[in-house]
T-cell receptor, first 114, second 116 residues
Framework: DQQVKQNSPSLSVQEGRISILNCDYT??????FLWYKKYPAEGPTFLIS?????DKNEDGRFTVFLNKSAKHLSLHIVPSQPGDSAVYFC?????????????FGTGTKLQVIP | GAGVSQSPRYKVAKRGQDVALRCDPI?????LFWYQQALGQGPEFLTY????????KSGLPSDRFFAERPEGSVSTLKIQRTQQEDSAVYLC??????????????FGEGSWLTVV
C-alpha cells in the first residue's frame, strides 16, 4: 500500500522553464511534508518542507504547495537549471511530538535540458 | 569525515550468505535510521535507534534482518541467509535531534547489495 505516490517517474524540462513535480498521499495522519533530492550514487538530501498549517513554502527557486483537501502537494522549480537534474522524492510524516518515521514516494527523475 | 559514512559501498553476495553493513553516523547524532531502497522505488523504513536503544524495528522485513548500535554510535545491519529480493541499496541516516524531523536527517551514500 503506497501511502505517498509520485505518478510521474520522469520529467524533462528546458533550462529556464518551470519544473512542476507532483505528489499525492493517502494517509490523513500525515501532517508534515518534505522533498528530497538525490543525485546518482549519493544519499538523498533535504530540499524543502511544509507543515499542514501552511499551503505554500518558498525557498529561493523552490516552492512547495500543499492542498490538504485534495491530499496533494507539488514542488515548483523556477527557473530550472541543469544542476537540478536529479531524482526528487516526496515524503511525509505525522507532525506530533516525538520520533516519527518518514514515508517516501517512489521518486520522479527530473532532467533539465540545456 | 563530516558526513554519514557507510561501508562497504558495494557488496555482491551469493544467495544464502550472511552480510553485514556498517554505518558511521555524524559524530554526536543521537538518532539513526536504516532504509532499504529497491531499484526504482523510494526508500523504505527499516529501523530506528535513539542512542543505543532500538525504538522501532517495525520495517525489518523478516527475522533474517537484524540491526544493532551497541554503543550509541556505529550501527551494523546484518542480513542472514541472503535472498535475491534483498538486493537493494541500504541507506543509513542520522540526526542530532531525538524528534528527528525530516529536515534534520542526513543520509549516507548507501551500501549497494546485490545477491546472486
Amino acid at each position: 500500500d503506497q501511502q505517498v505516490k509520485q505518478n510521474s517517474p520522469s520529467l524533462s524540462v528546458q533550462e529556464g522553464r518551470i519544473s512542476i513535480l507532483n505528489c499525492d498521499y493517502t494517509n490523513s495522519m500525515f501532517d508534515y511534508f518534505l522533498w528530497y533530492k538525490k543525485y546518482p550514487a549519493e544519499g538523498p538530501t533535504f530540499l524543502i518542507s511544509i507543515s499542514s498549517i501552511k499551503d505554500k513554502n518558498e525557498d529561493g527557486r523552490f516552492t512547495v504547495f500543499l492542498n490538504k483537501s485534495a491530499k496533494h502537494l507539488s514542488l515548483h522549480i523556477v527557473p530550472s537549471q541543469p544542476g537540478d537534474s536529479a531524482v526528487y522524492f516526496c515524503a511525509a510524516k505525522p507532525f506530533y511530538g516525538g520520533y516519527q518515521k518518514v514515508t517516501f514516494g517512489t521518486g520522479t527523475k527530473l532532467q533539465v535540458i540545456p | 569525515g563530516a558526513g554519514v559514512s557507510q561501508s562497504p559501498r558495494y557488496k555482491v553476495a551469493k544467495r544464502g550468505q550472511d552480510v553485514a553493513l556498517r554505518c558511521d553516523p555524524i559524530s554526536g547524532h543521537v538518532s539513526l535510521f536504516w532504509y532499504q531502497q529497491a531499484l526504482g522505488q523510494g526508500p523504505e523504513f527499516l529501523t530506528y535507534f535513539q542512542n543505543e536503544a532500538q525504538l522501532d524495528k517495525s520495517g525489518l522485513p523478516s527475522d533474517r534482518f537484524f540491526a544493532e548500535r551497541p554503543e550509541g554510535s556505529v550501527s551494523t545491519l546484518k542480513i542472514q541467509r541472503t535472498q535475491q529480493e534483498d538486493s537493494a541499496v541500504y541507506l543509513c541516516a542520522s540526526s542530532a535531534n531525538r524528534t528527528a524531523s525530516g529536515n534534520t536527517i542526513y543520509f549516507g551514500e548507501g551500501s549497494w547489495l546485490t545477491v546472486v
